[in-house]
């Protein structure tokens, strides 16, 4: 159980980490880090960074399906957790 809530906390932290470098690339008109790559990371479990960086960094807070993804995730991945758990 606990390689499980070490997985969680890493995939999270990743997808924060690459939400803020996408925010800075956006800012400097650099190379952007793709879409489909933050949704499969809040899908595989990284949703609850995903929302945190959505406010944090004021990034993709327009794009309504980010929103819904990461909220799903946040939800599918709260049961599994419990279910295991």
């Given at each position: 159980?606990?390689?499980?809530?070490?997985?969680?906390?890493?995939?999270?932290l990743?997808?924060?980490?690459?939400m803020?470098?996408?925010?800075?690339?956006?800012r400097?008109?650099?190379?952007?880090?793709?879409?489909?790559?933050?949704?499969?990371?809040?899908?595989?479990g990284?949703g609850?960074?995903?929302f945190?960086s959505?406010?944090?960094?004021?990034?993709?807070?327009?794009?309504?399906?980010?929103?819904?993804?990461?909220?799903?995730?946040?939800?599918?991945?709260?049961?599994?957790?419990s279910?295991?758990?």
């Amino acid at each position: 159980m606990q390689y499980l809530t070490i997985y969680y906390i890493l995939i999270n932290l990743l997808l924060f980490i690459f939400m803020g470098i996408d925010k800075i690339n956006a800012r400097f008109h650099k190379r952007r880090i793709k879409e489909a790559t933050l949704l499969t990371l809040s899908l595989i479990g990284g949703g609850m960074g995903g929302f945190l960086s959505m406010f944090i960094f004021h990034h993709k807070i327009r794009k309504p399906y980010f929103i819904i993804v990461f909220a799903i995730s946040i939800i599918t991945h709260t049961i599994l957790y419990s279910i295991i758990k």
